[in-house]
């Protein structure tokens, strides 16, 4: 339950998060989720300072990583939601088997992913372009190779002749100008059909990587289909790399390329779930969902909600299964380490940026919020609501009521287009006592879903929608050369970058400067 609504304004009360009844996610068989592997990673946390562990007061406020990270065996790739279903809702959801929503194809791209922070700089989120699809990673030109099976395979190829991220501390396989990192099946890209391609869960990119970039690609709409019949303007070849048919035809190489069966629970447990053990760990992570408009970002993040507390969807997206996971892990970390009188407590804020102006999607009755920056805090946004949260459904309540303030309109692309940036933020903050210490540690999960980039030309954008997507493009941009500039400073060369001309950036220097990132296109 969401307490003291409204009430709570930057001065969070400091009870405990979890709330009597409210363990809609506590497993419902000990055997079967969290506490197993909570207890290997209690350990994880308890041998692996935070990045902000502190131990007030004597030891100072210094927030400072320790390693090693927790072991990627450890780390527990399974989703609560059996556990909630069974307490809870009623409900069982369905599992990464769980049949795909359907096959089709699509030319849009958009999607996501986790990186985790640890000294190293942040990858490239792509400045917002007028051109549509996706753009990240360098392209490899003129790519009709022959098709050396690689089959289907999940397994990440081979990158010969260069290394992932060529050696940029990138999150992030770069293709390699030339060189095709995977050879490409027969594909047809014309008919109903598209072959489909295991997603692989690897924890053990977290240990070396900041920033994963994970591509997705959705199904056809009723009106493309229309339009275009099955043709599309993207084949894929393998779970790395997708290929634009264009001229000339250019081949662009990812961490994952999440075909259009890929269901949001598979999409959860590879760029999800990571997050929430970062976080755990005392990280902090962030998930941009870029895309151009239409192509699938609110859906990814947001999903399916309005039922959820009735009827859980197949379709609810990456936010709500979060923090299902989320809290089944905070219970089952408090219950293992109850010696230590570990105890969690998270606050949430959502806001959106409109026309480079901040509201507070919670209470927008607070508009145009002021940025502001000191030593204690850090950048934050002034008198935004900041609430207490002890369970999924509060989390349930801020995302309907925030979602409904935000700015929704239609255009050529997208009936429901979102026409703003909105983060939705949560501070997990846990306190422990171990050796007559007093420990305390926090972590910030940055969870953005931003609006869609568009060409003018074909959004059909005029007046106040072209102001709007001015707006939008600027801000994409700047996102852009900000996460570029922290490439270039783990090499030591320094690019100036107005980062203050956009909100958003701006706000989420906290996450890109300090954190780690997650970045969706
Ligand atoms: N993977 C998917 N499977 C099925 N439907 C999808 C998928 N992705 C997106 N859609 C549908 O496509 C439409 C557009 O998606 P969505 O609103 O999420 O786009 P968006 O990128 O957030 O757009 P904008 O930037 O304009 O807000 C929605 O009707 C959504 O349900």
Redesign the pocket.
């Known amino acids: 339950m969401v307490r003291d609504l409204g009430a709570m304004r930057r001065t969070p009360a400091k009870a405990s998060a979890s709330e009597a009844g409210n363990d809609e996610n506590a497993p419902a068989d000990p055997s079967d989720a969290a506490p197993v592997t909570v207890g290997a990673d209690s350990d994880a946390v308890a041998t692996r300072p935070p990045l902000l562990a502190i131990q007030p007061p004597h030891s100072g406020s210094k927030r400072k990583p320790e390693s090693p990270a927790p072991t990627p065996s450890k780390l527990p790739f399974r989703t609560p939601e059996k556990a909630a279903a069974r307490s809870r809702f009623g409900w069982v959801p369905p599992r990464s088997d769980e049949p795909p929503?359907?096959v089709g194809g699509t030319p849009y791209s958009?999607v996501t992913t986790p990186g985790k922070y640890r000294g190293k700089a942040a990858a490239a989120v792509p400045a917002a372009s007028e051109g549509g699809g996706s753009t990240q990673s360098t392209p490899t030109k003129s790519v009709n190779k022959p098709a050396h099976s690689v089959g289907m395979s999940a397994s990440r190829p081979p990158m010969s002749g260069g290394q992932r991220g060529a050696g940029l501390g990138l999150g992030f396989s770069m293709a390699l100008r030339g060189t095709p990192v995977s050879f490409a099946p027969v594909t047809v890209v014309n008919t109903a059909e598209v072959p489909h391609f295991e997603l692989r869960e690897d924890p053990s990119f977290w240990m070396e990587n900041n920033v994963q970039v994970v591509i997705?690609v959705?199904?056809l709409?009723n009106s493309e289909k229309n339009l275009h019949n099955y043709n599309r303007c993207l084949k894929q070849e393998s779970a790395q790399s997708i290929t634009w048919i264009g001229q000339p035809e250019s081949r662009f190489t990812f961490d994952h390329v999440a075909c259009?069966a890929?269901?949001?629970e598979v999409l959860f447990r590879v760029s999800g779930l990571p997050m929430v053990e970062n976080c755990m760990s005392g990280y902090n992570s962030c998930i941009f969902?870029y895309?151009?408009?239409?192509?699938?970002?609110?859906?990814?993040m947001l999903g399916e909600i309005s039922e959820l507390e009735v009827r859980p969807s197949q379709?609810r997206g990456m936010t709500p299964r979060i923090f299902e996971f989320l809290f089944a892990r905070i219970r089952a970390e408090e219950e293992s380490r109850r010696d230590e009188k570990l105890k969690y407590n998270c606050k949430c804020s959502f806001l959106e940026i409109y026309n480079e102006q901040i509201t507070d999607l919670l209470d927008p009755s607070f508009t145009n919020l002021p940025l502001r920056e000191d030593i204690r805090n850090g950048i934050y946004v002034e008198n935004l609501t900041e609430l207490e949260v002890g369970c999924v459904s509060d989390i349930i309540k801020l995302l309907i009521q925030g979602s409904a303030n935000r700015r929704?309109a239609a255009?050529n692309?997208?009936?429901?287009?979102?026409?703003s940036h909105s983060v939705f933020t949560c501070i997990i903050e846990s306190r422990w006592e171990k050796d007559s210490a007093s420990n305390l540690r926090f972590a910030r999960l940055n969870l953005v879903?931003?609006?869609?980039s568009?060409r003018q030309r074909t959004s059909g954008a005029e007046g106040e929608r072209l102001k709007e997507a001015a707006n939008i493009n600027k801000s994409l941009s700047t996102l852009g050369l900000v996460i570029m500039s922290l490439v270039d400073q783990a090499h030591g060369k320094q690019r100036h970058v107005p980062y203050r001309d956009s909100k958003l950036t701006f706000l989420l220097q906290v996450a890109t400067l300090k954190y780690h990132i997650i970045v969706f296109i």
């Open positions: 929503l359907r958009v997705r959705r199904p709409n259009e890929v269901n949001q969902a895309g151009q408009t239409g192509s699938g970002k609110t859906y990814t379709d929704m255009t692309m997208n009936s429901e287009s979102s026409r879903d931003l609006a869609g568009e």
